[in-house]
T-cell receptor, first 117, second 113 residues
Framework: GAGVSQSPRYKVAKRGQDVALRCDPI?????LFWYQQALGQGPEFLTY????????KSGLPSDRFFAERPEGSVSTLKIQRTQQEDSAVYLC???????????????FGPGTRLTVL | AQSVTQLGSHVSVSEGALVLLRCNYS??????LFWYVQYPNQGLQLLLK??????LVKGINGFEAEFKKSETSFHLTKPSAHMSDAAEYFC???????????FGTGTSLTVIP
């Protein structure tokens, strides 16, 4: 498996439930990004990690959203007390190098489709 | 601030016809520009990127795009559409750090046999 993988691929949650979405980046990739893609829209930046450090979380829509990457590889996006407006596809991407090298390609996972009822 | 605008949320072309997907950008700094393709239930795949080198950029699957600073455009073209080109296409811009990408709303391409 050389690509970015995400799990689960589909998640249905009742409003108010907590969810955790997992991203396995390409092995050795330093940078990891989370995006939210609402239906019919382009992906919107949520947060960015360089190794285990979360360098930018300006895109997180509320304090109910939390992301971590404790060992600098796998990352988890957690959403607490889910709301209907959280329904979207959550995309993870990784790139080989650290910030300052935007020529590096971001490789995207297939996404997790979250539906909040 | 940076943003991209994709004109036309849906484009239909006949198989073998020219594909033209439009993207205009807004950036206060020299932009890095990208085109991604998304097939159903799959992640985004990079088609091509402009990083201040040649203004005409060639990508995968026969696609290319031309950076025109005077028009703030980065339109995607392909001379002859193939059925397998049917997908969603996203234009994106980032600054030199590459920490944040700003995506357009996407253009859905339909290829008519």
């Amino acid at each position: 498996g050389a690509g970015v993988s995400q799990s689960p691929r589909y998640k249905v949650a009742k409003r108010g439930q907590d969810v955790a979405l997992r991203c396995d980046p390409i092995s050795g990739h330093v940078s990891l990004f989370w995006y939210q893609q609402a239906l019919g829209q382009g992906p919107e930046f949520l947060t960015y990690f360089q190794n285990e450090a979360q360098l930018d979380k300006s895109g997180l829509p509320s304090d109910r959203f939390f992301a971590e990457r404790p060992e600098g590889s796998v990352s988890t996006l957690k959403i607490q007390r889910t709301q209907q407006e959280d329904s979207a596809v959550y995309l993870c991407a990784s790139s080989r190098r650290s910030s300052g090298r935007s020529t590096d390609t971001q490789y995207f996972g297939p996404g997790t489709r979250l539906t909040v009822l | 601030a940076q943003s991209v605008t994709q004109l036309g949320s849906h484009v239909s072309v006949s198989e073998g016809a020219l594909v033209l997907l439009r993207c205009n950008y807004s950036s206060s700094v020299p932009p890095y520009l990208f085109w991604y393709v998304q097939y159903p239930n799959q992640g985004l795949q990079l088609l091509l990127k402009y990083t201040s080198a040649a203004t005409l950029v060639k990508g995968i699957n026969g696609f290319e795009a031309e950076f025109k600073k005077s028009e703030t455009s980065f339109h995607l073209t392909k001379p002859s559409a193939h059925m397998s080109d049917a997908a969603e296409y996203f234009c994106a811009v980032s600054d030199s750090t590459g920490n944040q990408f700003y995506f357009g709303t996407g253009t859905s391409l339909t290829v008519i046999p």
